[in-house]
């Protein structure tokens, strides 16, 4: 099993830009999300799924979209990108809230 | 709103020594608490999740505790080796919500 893969590993974007980072899992699990981690912000949640065709907002969600249409892949799309988007974005699949949660490798994304 | 506070941000210690890393949250009513390993540049491995009914974990030289009505958990790391100088992370599932909230780290480096 790979578990939680994400791609690009890096990605340099200009200001106004869009872009879509993937994940995918294949441990079947049906709740993902996605956080970002700043310097001396730790990882903050952006948005979540609990299942196919379900999602919904964490804590900083503006300036990112979600879907979910099948238990695998959970793509953000960033629909401008501004340089406050300049952040390292990880992904994550678990059971469910409750249970543990596995991340994937991260993006490393520059907005300039 | 529910704060996650790791002491110390960061510690140095020889190898073969014992260690403490501690973890404070500032609402109780949480489902669970999960400790992460991140290495520099690299995504969050899960190295012990403790449910809210739960007062300990252990997975080979790590033990996790939790004491919620205290808003506290340690991780204990036994005989320490200098493969484990890494970033470790503190993260509290919240009740009611679906975020993992985290704490911005302790780096530990072991000295040879």
């Known amino acids: 099993n790979a578990g939680v893969t994400q791609t690009p590993k890096f990605q340099v974007l200009k200001t106004g830009q869009s872009m879509t980072l993937q994940c995918a899992q294949d441990m079947n699990h049906e709740y993902m999300s996605w956080y970002r981690q700043d310097p001396g912000m730790g990882l903050r949640l952006i948005h979540y799924s609990v299942g196919a065709g379900i999602t919904d907002q964490g804590e900083v969600p503006n300036g990112y979209n979600v879907s979910r249409s099948t238990t695998e892949d959970f793509p953000l799309r960033l629909l401008s990108a501004a340089p406050s988007q300049t952040s390292v974005y990880f992904c994550a699949a678990g059971r469910a809230r409750s249970y543990e949660q596995y991340f994937g490798p991260g993006t490393r994304l520059t907005v300039t | ?112």
């Open chain 2, 1 to 112: 709103k529910q704060e996650v506070t790791q002491i110390p941000a960061a510690l140095s210690v020889p190898e073969g020594e014992n260690l403490v890393l501690n973890c404070s949250f500032t609402d109780s009513a949480i489902y669970n608490l999960q400790w992460f390993r991140q290495d520099p540049g690299k995504g969050l491995t899960s190295l012990l999740l403790i449910q809210s009914s739960q007062r300990e974990q252990t997975s080979g030289r790590l033990n996790a505790s939790l004491d919620k009505s205290s808003g506290r958990s340690t991780l204990y790391i036994a005989a320490s080796q200098p493969g484990d100088s890494a970033t470790y992370l503190c993260a509290v599932g919240e009740g009611g919500s679906e975020k993992l909230v985290f704490g911005k780290g302790t780096k530990l480096t072991v000295n040879p």
